[in-house]
């Protein structure tokens, strides 16, 4: 038992730091640039709020709102020193009609499965973030606050995450008779003894995805994938196995044919929820769809989260705007707000484009065209995932 008199010290120095920080903390004010927030804490019955208006912040230690967007209430005191002592160091959620959950991975226990020793992991409820308004805020946004924007750096660590979306558009012609995504994992496939296939993709099955195929899970390359000793997904039979060069190609194929993206990267988090230790051996491959992929869903992170995949070097995106009927198509499938309006017609914004090539796909007029300037650029790009990834 913690007691008020512990937690309510750093809840108060919690909502101070922020205002202390700011006028300097140029990272934290790009978080907060354009949060429209209004949150109500209730941390084991000790209250408080925060106001965050496009960079502006107030914050009352034992105030409450009349009518916040999000309620944060913490009810277990020892997670709530855990937190504001900053000893937290994942960040999962799930999120339901009028709440989300946020959790952390309290513990991994070993369990004998048949002949093998696999382990476990054990969530702990961090908090319930409650949609006081009843409109939807999505969890990654909370990572704004640099209490949770430390935990997120510390599950993803953005000195070694390196990650990008291979485009598959038709515009873009094929290199050596390959599609993009085919080219670039070749090589990898290639070059890798050991490629973990996994036959249920989380995302889909989570969200009860209703445009793709479930059965296409993530793909993982290098050594470090005979470690991965999670539960899930090497229990239930036929979960996932190590195949063969030809069995991994196959899986890029068939995403392709699903109308699915290829990511891929480094990314600690995907090594680390397998129960693996991310050492620079553990090649992530998602497919990803627009509506489910939880890396679509960066975008309502920190910065650093939002720059964490870039496009590759060299890819354009163009709009023929002879030939846009403004029909917002193309705008709908764009997870990353790459596409805009304007005057009726659709423009990609530069600087958020990662020119995945959803958009190229669904425009019915032929408008959108994706480009690589040279096809060296695909070396380039291979050298560049290499340089944090080995596979071998
Ligand atoms: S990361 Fe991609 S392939 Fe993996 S579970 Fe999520 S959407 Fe599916
Ligand atoms: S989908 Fe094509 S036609 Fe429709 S707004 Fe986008 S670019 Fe224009
Ligand atoms: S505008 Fe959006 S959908 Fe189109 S390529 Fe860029 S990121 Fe992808």
């Not at 202390?20 to 934290?28: F, Q």
């Not at 277990?76 to 000893?87: H, Q, R, W």
Request: include cysteine; aromatic fraction near 10%; charged fraction near 30%.
């Amino acid at each position: 038992m913690v007691g008020k008199e512990k937690l309510e010290p750093k809840f108060k120095k919690m909502l101070e730091d922020i205002e202390n920080s700011l006028s300097e903390d140029t990272v934290l004010q790009e978080d907060l640039k354009d949060l429209l927030l209004d949150i109500q804490w209730d941390i084991c019955g000790i209250k408080g709020y925060q106001k965050f208006n496009n960079g502006e912040y107030s914050f009352k230690f034992g105030g409450e709102l009349d009518n916040p967007d999000i309620t944060m209430e913490i009810d277990d005191d020892d997670t709530a020193l855990k937190l504001l002592n900053g000893e937290i160091d994942s960040f999962e959620y799930r999120f339901y009609k009028r709440k989300a959950k946020i959790y952390y991975i309290e513990k991994w226990e070993k369990e004998k499965v048949g002949e093998e020793i696999l382990k476990k992991k054990y969530f702990k409820l961090i908090l319930t973030m409650r949609y006081t308004k009843g409109i939807f805020i999505h969890p990654y946004t909370i990572t704004r606050l640099p209490i949770f924007r430390d935990i997120i750096d510390k599950w993803y660590d953005p000195k070694t995450a390196d990650a990008s979306y291979i485009p598959i558009n038709d515009s873009l012609g094929t290199y050596e008779d390959k599609v993009l995504p085919l080219k670039v994992l070749e090589h990898f496939i290639n070059k890798a003894e050991h490629l973990l296939i996994t036959h249920g993709c989380g995302c889909r099955i989570y969200n009860q995805c209703q445009d793709h195929d479930h059965s296409i899970g993530c793909l993982y390359i290098g050594a470090d994938t005979v470690d991965v000793k999670e539960v899930f997904p090497k229990k239930i039979p036929g979960s996932s196995h190590f195949g063969t060069k030809e069995e991994a190609l196959e899986r890029v194929k068939e995403a392709y044919d699903n109308g699915l993206i290829t990511v891929i990267g480094r990314l600690k988090w995907d090594a680390e929820a397998m129960g693996v230790s991310d050492r620079g051996h553990f090649m992530t491959v998602c497919f990803c769809c627009p509506c489910c992929c939880i890396a679509g869903k960066r975008m309502y992170g920190t910065i650093e989260l939002q720059n964490l995949m870039q496009r590759i070097e060299g890819v354009s995106v163009s709009v023929d705007e002879d030939l846009c009927i403004g029909c917002e198509d193309c705008m709908e499938v764009c997870v990353f707000e790459g596409m805009e309006m304007i005057d009726g017609k659709a423009k990609v914004n530069q600087e958020k484009c990662l020119g995945c090539g959803r958009c190229e796909r669904v425009c019915q007029n032929k408008a959108i065209s994706i480009t690589i300037d040279d096809p060296k650029r695909l070396d380039e790009f291979i050298r560049r995932i290499e340089a944090k990834v080995d596979v071998s």
